[in-house]
């Protein structure tokens, strides 16, 4: 499994800087060189790590994203996801570099930097805490699937989903790109269907996640959804 891990990280992250860098028209895009660097560190040490701590979830993460017992919807907006996603960072290399519509000082680009870093704090907590955060929507019935209602999961009902939002939010502006952030919108509206979905789901299937739901009464952001 650890070998999946290693051939699966440089097999993503070896295409996505190939799609960056030719939409860029370069490799000359200091940026991108580090956002590729820390992606394949946290992924590998990420990887690594929840190996140990908790191989059942370790072997869900390693998943294909499209399962045979995932339902219908969600496979159709999880794959509509992942071409918007690869195609959020087409339009950021357009735009940073290609044709350098936006003009972002180096002080934006580390505060996006911050907010990735942010992101990728937010999604080791959920992993800590969620033995069950499958990258499908399903229930685990096999290992004993329970609720979660601890960690971040106190304030928000899908934490997971709110990292990722800031991820792409700081992907955008250390790439340097303003106008991915319109991308970030579209891709934050999937999201938000796909979170209905799971809601769906885990509410037929999951014992007590009604009253969790009743408990805890937003779903990506504190006080407002």
């Not at 869900?60 to 999880?78: C, H, M, N, S």
């Not at 805490?129 to 609720?147: G, H, L, M, W, Y």
């Not at 304030?155 to 992907?171: E, F, N, S």
């Not at 796909?194 to 990506?220: P, S």
């Amino acid at each position: 499994m650890v070998a999946r891990l290693i051939v699966q990280t440089l097999l993503w992250y070896g295409g996505m800087g190939l799609l960056l860098f030719v939409a860029a028209g370069t490799v000359e895009w200091p940026a991108a060189w580090i956002f590729l660097a820390q992606a394949i560190v946290v992924s590998l040490v990420g990887g690594l790590w929840l190996a140990r701590y908790d191989p059942a979830l370790f072997q869900e993460r390693l998943g294909a994203p499209i399962q045979k017992d995932q339902p219908t919807a969600d496979k159709i907006v999880l794959t509509v996801f992942i071409v918007g996603f690869l195609g959020a960072h087409v339009l950021m290399a357009l735009d940073a570099v290609r044709f350098r519509w936006s003009s972002v000082p180096l002080s934006v680009q580390v505060f996006g930097e911050l907010i990735l870093l942010i992101s990728l704090w937010i999604s080791f907590r959920v992993l800590r805490e969620n033995s069950f955060a499958a990258p499908v929507v399903k229930i685990q019935e096999d290992r004993r699937q329970t609720v979660i209602s601890t960690g971040l999961y106190r304030y928000v009902r899908h934490p997971m989903y709110a990292g990722a939002l800031l991820y792409l939010v700081g992907t955008s502006l250390l790439l340097g790109s303003l106008r991915g952030l319109a991308a970030v919108v579209v891709l934050a509206i999937l999201l938000g269907i796909r979170i209905q979905i799971e809601e769906k789901a885990l509410r037929a299937g999951l014992e007590g996640y009604d009253d969790y739901a009743a408990r805890v009464r937003y779903r990506l952001i504190p006080r407002v959804w």
